[in-house]
Structure formats: C-alpha cells, structure tokens
C-alpha cells in the first residue's frame, strides 16, 4: 500500500501508518455520547472508534484455569516419575 496516498495517517509514535477508509451509521445520540467520551479521553471521536475497534477484533484470550488442577498424586511425581512407575508395576501388565 502506497503511504503517500489518501490512506494514511499518523500513528502512536509519529509514525505513518496504512489505515483503510469505511463508513458507517450511528444514531445521532450515539454520535454525541462518542464524542464526549472521545473528549475525555483527550483524542479525536474517529481515533476512540478506532481504538475500540481495535480491541474488539482482538483474537479471544485463552481462559485462565482456575484453581489447582484435578490431578492429585505425590508432590514429587515430576522428579520421579519413573520410581513411581516402577513401584506400580506401569507397563508390565
């Protein structure tokens, strides 16, 4: 993509970068409450719709498990795990 053309604009950094045009249509109160927030956050309505944009096409995070696993066995199992096979006869059956 061609920065010098009509899609570019100033990135975080002073840096240009690749950006595509789009439209869309909100309600005029919509409108006004987006830019409100955009003013307090101290940037322009189209960079706050941007931003949020942005987050919202995020990939998913992974869930974080919760609490220990279900697993129970001896606290040294990773260690020894092949005396711990041994004494229950693993394999041999």
């Known amino acids: 993509m061609d920065l010098a ?3 570019r604009r100033v ?3 002073g840096r240009l ?3 595509k045009k789009t439209s869309l249509y909100i309600e005029p109160d ?3 409450r987006l830019e409100r927030r955009a003013a307090e956050v101290g ?3 189209a960079e706050y719709i941007r931003r949020w944009l942005a987050e919202a096409a995020r990939p998913p995070r992974r ?3 919760r609490g220990r696993a279900s697993f129970r066995g001896p ?3 990773a260690q020894e795990l092949d005396s711990h096979l041994a004494e229950d006869a693993f394999g041999e059956r």
């Open 43 to 45: 940037v322009s309505k």
């Open 63 to 65: 869930p974080q498990p």
């Open 5 to 7: 053309g009509p899609e």
């Open 11 to 13: 990135g975080t950094g």
């Open 75 to 77: 606290a040294d199992l």
């Open 17 to 19: 970068v690749a950006v």
């Open 30 to 32: 919509v409108d006004r």
